[in-house]
Nanobody, 122 residues
Framework: QVQLVESGGGLVKAGDSLRLACAASGRTFLSSTMGWFRQAPGKEREFVAAIDWNGGRTDYKDSMRGRFTISRDNAKNTVFLQMNSLKAEDTAVYYC???????????????WGQGTRVTVSS
């Protein structure tokens, strides 16, 4: 079982950067593929990025590739999402997610955090 707590959201201006963090508890984090998703107002939740258990493989939604970077620090049980050149359409609640099946890639996510809100003003 993995518990996930996101942080780092806030109100920023278009063009700014923001770094989200997801602190995980539970022994299975070290072997878990981790992901970031987001849900904008009135829209369905969408995939943002994923990273495998040791950071060797990453994946991004095409529209975010090059602006967003996912990384993890297994020593600190934390996964990050660095977001650069933010746009108003990046406004959403961002969720961290974990795959319960060890070492699976691509991940299938069954554990979710409570989300952190990102608002980008134009």
């Amino acid at each position: 079982q993995v518990q996930l707590v996101e942080s780092g959201g806030g109100l920023v201006k278009a063009g700014d950067s923001l770094r989200l963090a997801c602190a995980a508890s539970g022994r299975t984090f070290l072997s878990s593929t981790m992901g970031w998703f987001r849900q904008a107002p009135g829209k369905e939740r969408e995939f943002v990025a994923a990273i495998d258990w040791n950071g060797g493989r990453t994946d991004y939604k095409d529209s975010m590739r090059g602006r967003f970077t996912i990384s993890r620090d297994n020593a600190k049980n934390t996964v990050f999402l660095q977001m650069n050149s933010l746009k108003a359409e990046d406004t959403a609640v961002y969720y961290c997610a974990a795959d319960r099946v060890p070492y699976r890639w691509p991940g299938a996510f069954s554990h979710w955090g409570q989300g952190t809100r990102v608002t980008v003003s134009s």
